[in-house]
C-alpha cells in the first residue's frame, strides 16, 4: 500500500489524461531521498496507466550498467513487444549507432550530429508508431545511472513532445553531484517538463501503516516510529514489519528490538549512495559525537572538512540522521555490523587520536581507546586513569573497568601500578566482589611493602572489610598514621577508622578512643561519606544529640541524584532502617532502583535490593520482602556477598518462617555464612532470623541460646538499640511459648525502658506481648495503644496480631460483633501482606466460642496441600457445603471452590466423599484461637 502519495500520483494521472486528451507528451522527473518510493510510484503509475489504456515501457538503471551503449533504451524497446520487421530495424539502429553521444555544447554543424541524427530520427519513429494506437509511457527508474547514450536518445524525444502522445517519467535519487549535468538542464528547461518530489512520511502516514484505523495508540508507535526513521518509507515499513504482531489488540510499540529487516534496510539505504557517503556514515557510527561533526569527520577521514558537509546533508535527507547524529542507536549498531573489525578498530583508534588533539575530555577518549584495544602512545595511560576515576565517581565501574584493563597493559612505573591496582579493586567489586580477590591481594602487599602509604592503604579497607579480613583491615588504617603528605589523608583515615567501628563494633570503642575526640565530635563527621557513617554511628548509639532520622533524610535528599554518591548512600538507608522508619527506606530503595548508575553496578543494586527486602518485612509486607531479597541474591550470589551475607540471608529465613514454609527456611539456613559474619550488626539479624526459625519449630532452647549470643554481642559492643535487633522482645516470645509469664514481663519491661533505644515498631509489639500477660481489665488498654503504634509505623504484620488479639479480646468480654469485625480487617491484612498461614489461624474458630488456649505448631504431612487448602478439605470432609465453609473461613464461595479444585487434583479425588478421612483431624483447630504468646 502506498501512503503518503496519493498527490504525486494523481499529478501524474492527471499528465497523462492530459497526453491521451490533448494528443502532447510531457516529461515527469520524480526525485526523492534513496529509499523515498521512487520505484513504488513509478510501479504504481505504470499499472494504472496500463488499465486505463496507455501502453506502457519500462527500464531501470542501475551503477554496473552505466557502461553499456544504449543499455537503457534498450530495455524500453525489448518490451514493446514489435512485429518482426520494425524489430529488425530497430536491433539495426542500435547495433550501429555511434559508440558515443556528442559531446555537450558542441556546434550543430558537428560531424557527430550528422552520425546520430538517422539513428536518433528512426528509433523516435518506431515510439511514434507505438503511440499511434494509444499514448505511450516511457519510465526510467534511476536514471542517475542510465548510460549516456540512452540519455541522449530520451532527450531527443523529450524535446519533440509538443504534439506527441508520449509520457516519459523518470526517477533519479539526490546524489552529491549530478552524474548528468548537461541531460538535467536541458530535461529542466522543457516546457512541458514537470518535478515531482517525495517528501519523508508524516505522523499521520506512518499511522496508517501501522493501522488503518488512527487510533492514539496508532499514532503513538506512529511518532515513535518518526523518531527512529525519519519518515523514510524503506526505513519505516522495514521497522514495522520486524514488530511481531499480538494476538491481542495492543499496538507495535516501535522498540527497538533486535531484527534483520531494520538492519537491511539501513545497509540498503548506505549501499545505494556514494562510496563517500557510506564512509561518513561509519565514521559517524564510530564518534558517536553530537554537534559540528564536519571538522572531527574531516580529520577523522583524512579528507578537506567542507566535502563532508553535503555528505552529512545526504544523509540527513535520507532519515538516517537527526540533525548531526545518527538518528537511533539501532542504526548505529547496524553500520558498525557491517564494518570488519579490523576496520572498526583502525576508525576507533583514528578517533582517540583526533579527540585527543581536539582537547575532548578523557572519558570521550578513552571509549575508543578501549573500543580499539589500543594504549600505545605516552599520552593514553593518563588519558585512560583520568577516565577510569571520572567513571568511578560518576557511578560507571563498568566502564572503569574496561579502561583500567587496557592501562593493565601498559608499560607503567611501581607507584602508578599501585593507584592503577586500587582503582580495579573499586570498580571490579562494584561489579562483581569476587573478582578482586587477586588484585586486592597484590594491593595489600605492595602496600605494605611500601609502608602503608595512605592512598593505598586506605583504598583497601573497605574490601578488607566486606570479606571480614578486619585485622589486615585494621592493620592498613593504622599503619598510615603517619603518612600525612597528602592534605585529606587525616580525614580519609579518620572516615575508615569509623566505617571500621561501625562494620565490626567490637573496635567501636577503640577507635573512638584512637581518634583521641569525644563521641559526638567523632560521629559528626566532615565530608559526605563520614556525615553518612556518622548517621549510622547515632542510630546505633542514640543519646539524643544527633536526629539520626532528620540527618539522613537530608543527606538522601541532597545525593540521591547523583550517580557518583551511591555507594555512599547505603550508610543513611541503614541509619533509617536502625532508627525505625523502615517506611522511608522502602521509598528511598524504590526510588534509587530506579536511577541509571544501578543498571551498572551490580554489587550496589544488590544492597539497594537487599535493604528494600529488610524494609518490606519490618512493614510486613512478605511478598516483597521475599522478591526483593531473591533478587539481590540473583545479582550477586551468596559466596560475592562476604560477611553481609548475613543481610539478605536473615531476611529470606524470617520471610519463609512467617510465611509457614519451614523446609525452604531450613534451605537458607543451609546456605554458608562466613564467621566473620556474626562480628557484625547484620550477623545479629541473622541470629534473630534464626532464632525465629527454631521457635517456630518448637525448638525454644535453641531459640533462647541465639537471642541470648545477640544480647551479649549487643551489651559488648554498645549498640543495644531495638531498631537493630529487639533481642529482649524475641526473647520474651520464647519465654511466653514455654509458659514462662514472669519472665516475659520483665524481658518486655525492660526493652520498653531502653533509653533511646525504642522506636514505635518495638514498643507496639512490646505492648501486645505484655498486654497477653496482664489482666483483662488492662489488656485492651494495652492493645489500643499496640494498634495506635503499629498503624503509624506501618508494621501491617505485627498489626494483623495486635487486631486478632484485640479481637479475642472483644470476643471473651462477650462482644463477638465487633471481634467479629477486626477479625475480618485482621484478616484481610494478612492475606495482603502474604501471611496465608496467619490468615487462617485468624479464623480457627468461630465468633462467639471461648478460646482454647495457645495453639502447637503442626508439622505439614507430605500430601502437597497448602495450609489453607487443607482447613478448606477438611471441613469439607465433615460434609459443609461450599457456603459453610466460606462463612467459617472469612473467604468467599470462588475461593473454596478453587481450593477445592487445586484438592481434588493434588490428592486425585473427584468428590467429597473420596477425600481421606484423616482431614478430618485438621478440622480440630477450627476452634482454636491463637495467643499472644504464639505470635
Known sequence: ???????????????????????????????????????????????????????????????????????????????????????????????????????????????????????????????????????????????????????????????????????????????????????????????????????????????????????????????????????????????????????????????????????????????????????????????????????????????????????????????????????HPRIRRSILADMSVDERRDLHQRAAEVLHEHGVEPGGVAEHLVAAGWAEAGWTVPVLHDAAAQALAAGRPDVAAGCLRLVGRAEVDDEQRVAITAMQVSARWQINPLAVNGHLDQLVDAARAGGWPADAALSAAPYLLWQGRVEEADEAITGCAGDDEQAHATGRRRTMHLLLGLSHPEHLAAVREAAGVPRTALLAGGSSPAQALGLVGAALTPTGDHDAVAGAEQLLHRHHCDDGMLPMLAAPLLALLWAGRADRVAAWTAALLERPAVRHAPLWRAVLRALRAEAALRLGDLTVADQQARAALDDLPVAAWGVAAAGPLATLISCATESGRHAEADRWLAQSVPAGAFRTPLGLHYLAARARHHLALGRAHAATTDLRRCGELMRAWGVDVAGLVPWRLELARVQLAVGNKAHATQLLQEQLRVPHGVDDRTRGRALRLLAGTTAPDHRRKLLSEAVNLLQGCGDRLELVRALGDTGQTLQRAGDSAQARLLVRRAYQLAQDCGASVLAQRLVRREPGSVPAGPPAETPEPEDGLSEAERRVAALAAQGHTNRQISSKLFITVSTVEQHLTRVYRKLDVKRRSDLPARLVAFAEPLGEEIQPAAS
Request: with cysteine; net charge negative.
Open 1 to 327: 500500500m502506498l501512503v503518503q502519495r496519493e498527490e504525486q500520483l494523481t499529478l501524474l494521472r492527471e499528465t497523462f489524461q492530459n497526453c491521451e486528451r490533448q494528443r502532447r507528451g510531457h516529461v515527469s522527473l520524480v526525485t526523492g531521498a534513496v529509499g523515498s518510493g521512487k520505484t513504488s510510484v513509478l510501479e504504481s503509475f505504470g499499472d494504472w496507466a496500463a488499465t486505463a489504456g496507455g501502453r506502457v515501457l519500462s527500464a531501470t538503471a542501475s551503477r554496473a550498467e552505466r557502461g553499456l551503449h544504449l543499455g537503457v533504451l534498450g530495455q524500453l524497446l525489448q518490451g514493446a513487444r514489435l512485429d518482426p520487421e520494425t524489430g529488425v530495424r530497430v536491433e539495426r539502429l542500435l547495433r550501429h549507432s555511434p559508440a558515443a553521444p556528442p559531446e555537450p555544447g558542441h556546434g550543430g554543424d558537428d560531424a557527430a550530429d550528422q552520425v546520430w541524427a538517422p539513428v536518433l530520427h528512426g528509433l523516435f519513429g518506431t515510439l511514434l508508431e507505438l503511440a499511434e494506437s494509444a499514448p505511450l509511457v516511457l519510465t526510467v527508474d534511476d536514471v542517475h545511472h542510465a548510460d549516456p547514450a540512452s540519455l541522449h536518445c530520451l532527450l531527443y524525444v523529450a524535446r519533440r513532445l509538443r504534439h506527441t502522445p508520449i509520457m516519459v517519467v523518470l526517477a533519479e535519487a539526490r546524489t552529491l553531484r549530478p552524474s548528468h549535468p548537461h541531460f538535467r538542464a536541458e530535461l529542466f528547461s522543457q516546457p512541458h517538463f514537470t518535478r515531482i518530489t517525495l517528501p519523508p512520511l508524516t505522523v499521520e502516514a506512518i499511522a496508517r501503516l501501522v493501522d488503518d484505523d488512527v487510533e492514539p495508540a496508532a499514532r503513538e508507535a506512529a511518532e515513535r516510529c518518526l523518531r527512529m526513521t525519519g519518515g523514510n518509507p524503506l526505513l519505516t515499513r522495514a521497522l514495522i514489519e520486524e514488530q511481531p504482531r499480538p494476538a491481542t489488540d495492543e499496538e507495535p510499540t516501535m522498540d527497538a528490538t533486535l531484527g534483520d529487516a531494520f538492519d537491511q534496510a539501513v545497509l540498503g539505504c548506505l549501499y545505494r549512495h556514494e562510496p563517500g557517503v557510506r564512509r561518513v556514515a561509519q565514521a559517524m557510527a564510530v564518534l558517536d559525537r553530537p554537534g559540528g561533526p564536519a571538522d572531527l569527520l574531516g580529520h577523522l577521514l583524512d579528507v578537506v572538512p567542507e566535502s563532508v558537509t553535503p555528505m552529512v546533508s545526504m544523509l540527513r535527507t535520507t532519515g538516517l540522521l537527526d540533525h548531526d547524529r545518527l538518528r
